[in-house]
């Protein structure tokens, strides 16, 4: 019964060691030389290096299990190929914000002015 415990117990330190440590180079450690020219447009760089760290680390280490947890979530509204295209967006530089826009959504200025007016 105590060798049970013991051996959660060291389980549960390895996992809180492992936590602080992945929490600390996700917002502690300063961008490198390449992960700085990537985001270099970005206006806040401190999230934008904690979103490319990450989504590097989740397609690194689970690229299958981080899709379907992800449209899991959003409870099937979410394509598995557009989480896909997410996550690989977001890895390489691009903000969260421009990674999900949708790129056939058309902008308010294109094709001039939109006015509503009551019904008749």
């Known amino acids: 019964m105590i060798a049970l415990d013991l051996k959660h117990l060291v389980i549960r330190i390895a996992l809180m060691t492992a936590w602080v440590i992945l929490s600390g180079w996700y917002i502690a450690v300063t961008p490198t030389s390449a992960e700085r020219r990537l985001l270099s447009d970005a206006a806040d760089s401190a999230v934008s290096v904690v979103e490319l760290r990450m989504a ?5 280490f689970a690229p299958k299990a ?3 947890f992800i449209v899991w979530r959003s409870d099937g509204t979410v394509k598995p190929s557009e989480v ?5 967006a977001i890895a390489s530089g691009k903000k969260l914000e421009d990674a999900v826009r949708d790129p056939t959504r058309r ?3 294109e094709g001039g002015a939109k006015v509503l007016r009551p019904l008749p």
Do not use: C, E, P, Y
């Open 107 to 109: 902008k308010l200025s």
């Open 56 to 60: 590097r680390a989740a397609l690194a």
């Open 66 to 68: 981080t899709v379907r």
């Open 84 to 88: 896909r295209q997410m996550l690989a």
